[in-house]
């Protein structure tokens, strides 16, 4: 080869290698923008570990706050998610609760009961007759304070979950005021309890929150619990609510399983999770020092003068023209005016929804790597085939202008 013509070709790939790296240069930082980027469910972007179209690898950050994503099992429409003899079982329902008995004669015109109707004619308290029918129990995680009524100002998250010890606490239904309710209708949407009017007062509100009357709240984050004879046959339900003060024995809503938060004096702290009836019975009688460690300062436990048992059923009753309420030991008690026909279903298939929730201290960061990419590996692709593409032309271009120089 002569001296002139090496001179050349060297010269051609000098020459394609300066246009590549200016290439590079302007495309490059097209593909590794989004990379070192938090993800942050709050601004748009995506939170299911992928960022601009990018996939990979990622590491954590404990300086900066995000959030997260969660799968929460949802029945399928006109089913419902339940706990039933240690297991999680849906029944369906052949038409909406109905409230019976009007509050103001429950409450045997008590005024603060009266000016709650104008609100709703739903109640938690005092309780119907009950001859005949089968209780269903709401179960709903009075330990996590106030975030169970839905309010982010209360450590809600914002899709209607309550929170204990900086934990999300994913019901089978969020309060019935936020995106994550299981209400049908809007008649169980509210509920008066005097119970609710102590708190109120003790925060300072003497006229009710949020635009209600006094003693009225939404319907709060819960799971249900129905006895074993609930089956096939269409049953008539009457729903208890049931406060649950120990963590330790409130299931987990997916699983039905139960875990322990808090230290317990109890041999089993989690024996009496409440995916049976059986268990509830014995949680009504049962004291735990688990309770006043979860309750130090929850506004719900300490305006009740109860003593640590770990879930109550609280009744309220008249006494010359005075509310008071006693907690019952009888697992089978009324203590609201719901009532809901259900009969267990065959269909389990379910359909999974996605919250977001704020976690801290930690956060996500993307760190995406040449391996493992999706749509991040198209990006690259196109990248490195424009360099080359770029380096083609200029070595045919030079080529062919050598061979006309000849």
Known sequence: MRKENISAYVGIFLIAAVLSVLVYSVLAPVNVAARGRV??????????????????????????????????????????????????????????SNCTSTISALYNKYPEAVNASGATNCEIGVGINTAGMSPQY??????????????VG?????????????TVIVTSCGASTSPSNCSATSITKYFYSPGASVFEKT??????????????????AHDLLIPGGVGSTLTETYLVRVAVFDPNIFPNATTGA??????????????????NVAALARALNTTDTAVANANKNNILFLTKDIPSYQATITIYTMVNGTVVGTTTKN????NTNVVKWVLLSSAQTTTVATTTVPVAPTSTVAQVGQSGQTAGSNNNMLLYAGVVIVVIIVIVVAFVAMRRKK
Do not use: D
């Not at 706050?65 to 329902?93: E, K, L, S």
């Not at 925060?203 to 709060?220: H, N």
């Not at 697992?331 to 009324?334: G, L």
């Open 39 to 96: 993800i942050n469910g709050t601004n748009g972007t995506k939170t299911n570990g992928t960022q601009t179209g990018l996939v990979g690898s990622y590491t954590n950050n404990a300086a900066v706050p995000v959030t997260t994503t969660i799968a929460v099992t949802v029945p399928v429409p006109g089913t419902g998610g339940v706990f039933q003899n240690g297991q999680i079982v849906h029944f369906a329902t052949t038409a909406p």
């Open 138 to 151: 709401m179960i709903s995680p009075a330990f996590a304070g106030l975030s169970i009524y839905g309010q």
């Open 154 to 166: 209360w450590n809600s998250t914002p899709q209607g979950y309550p929170t204990f010890n900086k």
């Open 203 to 220: 925060l300072g509100y003497t006229k009710g929150l949020f635009g209600e009357p006094q003693g009225v709240m939404a319907k709060p």
């Open 258 to 275: 139960c875990r322990q938060w808090v230290a317990s004096n109890l041999t089993n702290p989690t024996g009496n999770c409440l995916n």
């Open 331 to 334: 697992v089978n008690a009324s």
